[in-house]
T-cell receptor, first 113, second 113 residues
Framework: NAGVTQTPKFQVLKTGQSMTLQCAQD?????MSWYRQDPGMGLRLIHY???????DQGEVPNGYNVSRSTTEDFPLRLLSAAPSQTSVYFC????????????FGQGTRLTVV | SQQGEEDPQALSIQEGENATMNCSYK?????LQWYRQNSGRGLVHLIL?????REKHSGRLRVTLDTSKKSSSLLITASRAADTASYFC?????????????FGQGTTLQVKP
């Protein structure tokens, strides 16, 4: 099993450009989420999904869109990149139940210039 | 936000010593989890403690939970250079039906050989 796969690993964008960060999992997990990690801020939840067709906002959703058309995939779209979105992005997945661990991808390091 | 706070922010010890890091959170929880992040990598689950548990062990790891003080501690005994990493606590809110994780800011541990 590959686990949680994120692509790309690195990306440089110009301000105003749009792009999609890809996330795929092969564990049949219902719950998927996106976090951003900034120095001194820990991980902050951007969006999450409890199953195909269902998404919801986290702590810092502005400037990001998500969709969940399949159980496996949960892409994160930056609509118009801003320097404030320079960060490391992590996708995670887990079973949709209380006492379960989350599995993380290796991260995407995004720089917006 | 129910984001937790971790203490200390950074910790440097010699190999063989014990490392203790603390986590405080704000709201009632279903469970609390600890994750490790090696530099430039994704997070890896270490241990989960439920709200009705007070202590849990896994190998060289010992986690305690005090729900009356809304705090948890992670003890790593007989530390090794390979334990050098950042450690994060994450909580699942009591009323959550999704298992959504909210992370603390992390403790950076350096173990010197």
């Amino acid at each position: 099993n590959a686990g949680v796969t994120q692509t790309p690993k690195f990306q440089v964008l110009k301000t105003g450009q749009s792009m999609t960060l890809q996330c795929a999992q092969d564990m049949n997990h219902e719950y998927m989420s996106w976090y951003r990690q900034d120095p001194g801020m820990g991980l902050r939840l951007i969006h999450y999904s409890v199953g195909a067709g269902i998404t919801d906002q986290g702590e810092v959703p502005n400037g990001y869109n998500v969709s969940r058309s399949t159980t496996e995939d949960f892409p994160l779209r930056l609509l118009s990149a801003a320097p404030s979105q320079t960060s490391v992005y992590f996708c995670a997945s887990s079973y949709r139940r209380m006492n379960t661990e989350a599995f993380f991808g290796q991260g995407t390091r995004l720089t917006v210039v | 936000s129910q984001q937790g706070e971790e203490d200390p922010q950074a910790l440097s010890i010699q190999e063989g010593e014990n490392a203790t890091m603390n986590c405080s959170y704000k709201t009632s929880i279903n469970n609390l989890q600890w994750y490790r992040q090696n530099s430039g990598r994704g997070l890896v689950h270490l241990i989960l403690i439920r709200s009705n548990e007070r202590e849990k062990h896994s190998g060289r790891l010992r986690v305690t939970l005090d729900t009356s003080k809304k705090s948890s501690s992670l003890l790593i005994t007989a530390s090794r250079a390979a334990d050098t990493a950042s450690y994060f606590c994450a909580t699942v809110h009591l009323s959550s039906n999704t298992g959504k994780l909210i992370f603390g800011q992390g403790t950076t541990l350096q173990v010197k050989p």
